[in-house]
């Protein structure tokens, strides 16, 4: 337990056990009585949950704050989900990162706390917060597992120059840092419109691999990310699931709204398709913002994204 322990003296306890939804019928199952949240659980854990409530790095890049109210939101949605669908997987949530007075020391902080569970040989759902939570989530995978594919599902390559690091530079930083084999990165589902031709080229002379929404539409989504998938033998996945990649009417609730994009129906496939395949060590849901939903449209719908992920998960486990 001596891990645990030590995880667990980081995070504090940081678990509202508010969130965990139960109807009190023995019939009628939740996520909130299905996930643990004590210490006691951790070592026989299959999945971590772990939080990172902050919206720093959306801030320094300009977009609309508010995603650090996200985590929350999403586990009182996620929470009252059923349990139909799931066996064999045990789940813990320890609750989140500590916001530091940086967010270079937040990033560091919850790099450390997501190489010890994926080291203790956990598969791990991270809650952001800004899209920047994918370097300290990609980097501390990489530290505790070495060689990964890394797929970015979102409507921006996040690879921007900027100074210091925000929300649009992390799949920059993990490039130059040499964490991140472009040859093994995906940037699935952009908007040509919302992208700089600079970043695109930057990206192409790197020898990362493009997938715009139009030519994904025109290949089919299930097909292509399964062609990924069949292509790219690396022992380890990331997925970075940013929700603005879904088209505004399904997703009101983002940094940056979208109004042309996946469905949440498509969103919730892909995320299954990450559950399915067993090498997925981390999935992340970031840049959702709680203060602009309409009736919990997207915090509900990240929520659903990730049971897909588990109900998959659960049948290959």
């Keep these: 337990m001596e891990r645990a322990d030590q995880l667990f003296a980081i995070l504090r306890g940081h678990t509202d056990e508010s969130l ?95 190489a010890q569970v994926i080291h203790d040989g956990k598969r791990l759902i991270v809650l952001g917060g800004g899209n920047d939570i994918a370097y ?55 908007q040509p419109y919302y992208n700089s031709p600079v970043y695109e080229q930057y990206l192409h002379e790197k020898g990362a691999h493009l997938i715009s929404m139009p030519e994904l539409r025109v290949a089919g989504i299930a097909g292509t990310i399964g062609n990924i998938l069949a292509q790219q033998r690396v022992p380890y996945v990331f997925w970075g699931f940013d929700l603005d990649v879904v088209r505004a009417a399904d997703a009101p609730g983002v940094s940056a709204p979208n109004p042309m994009g996946l469905s949440g129906e498509e969103l919730c496939m892909i995320a299954g398709m990450a559950g399915a395949d067993v090498r997925t060590r981390l999935v992340e849901f970031s840049e959702v913002n709680p203060g602009f939903d309409l009736d919990g449209r997207t915090c509900r719908l990240t929520a659903i994204a990730i049971w897909n992920y588990l109900a998959a998960l659960s049948t290959v486990h």
């Design 136 to 190: 300290p989530d990609c980097a501390g995978l990489v530290q505790a597992a070495g060689d990964v594919l890394a797929l970015n599902i979102d409507a921006h390559f996040d690879v921007r120059a900027d100074v210091p690091r925000n929300s649009g530079t992390p799949y920059r930083q993990l490039i130059e840092a040499g964490l991140l084999n472009p040859a093994q990165f995906y940037e699935v589902g952009y």
């Design 20 to 114: 965990f939804y139960t109807r009190n019928d023995p019939n009628d199952r939740r996520l909130g009585e299905y996930v643990r949240h004590d210490i006691r659980s951790y070592e026989r854990a299959d999945v971590v949950i772990l939080g990172c409530p902050q919206d720093e790095g959306v801030r320094r890049n300009g977009g609309r704050v508010g995603a650090a109210a996200a985590p929350a939101q999403i586990r009182r949605w996620l929470y009252r989900l059923t349990v139909h669908g799931m066996r064999n997987v045990s789940v813990i949530d320890l609750g989140d990162t500590p916001i530091q007075l940086s967010l270079e020391d937040t990033h560091a902080l919850h790099q450390q706390v997501v």
